[in-house]
Nanobody, 121 residues
């Protein structure tokens, strides 16, 4: 059983910063890709940023230059540093892990339960 636990969401004024963390737990051997996704009310879930095991990153155009994703492979943890936040960044942010290999062997994708980020104008 693999679980993802997010933390760091909250309420912040426009222009402020937040740092999200997501720790994966369980009998994990390796994780191929970890990422952050968000879903605003009435909208589909969208990719914010992801990072693979080689630290190659990918960002949505809307967050480039403002958000930074990083990971600690030893801790199976991914972070999202969010700066210059805008009201349109308001959403539930979900952590995702893809290509998770466990001991004994299994391979799967997992989601966290989400953390609310609210940016006031």
């Amino acid at each position: 059983q693999v679980q993802l636990a997010e933390s760091g969401g909250g309420l912040v004024q426009a222009g402020g910063s937040l740092r999200l963390s997501c720790a994966a737990s369980g009998r994990i051997f390796s994780i191929n890709e970890m990422g952050w996704y968000r879903q605003a009310p009435g909208k589909q879930r969208e990719l914010v940023a992801d990072i693979n095991s080689g630290n190659k990153t990918n960002y949505a155009d809307s967050v480039k230059g403002r958000f930074t994703i990083s990971r600690d492979n030893a801790k199976n943890t991914v972070y999202l540093q969010m700066n210059s936040l805008k009201p349109e960044d308001t959403a539930v942010y979900y952590c995702g892990a893809r290509g998770v290999r466990t001991i004994p062997f299994s391979l799967g994708d997992y989601w966290g339960q989400g953390t609310q980020v609210t940016v006031s104008s």
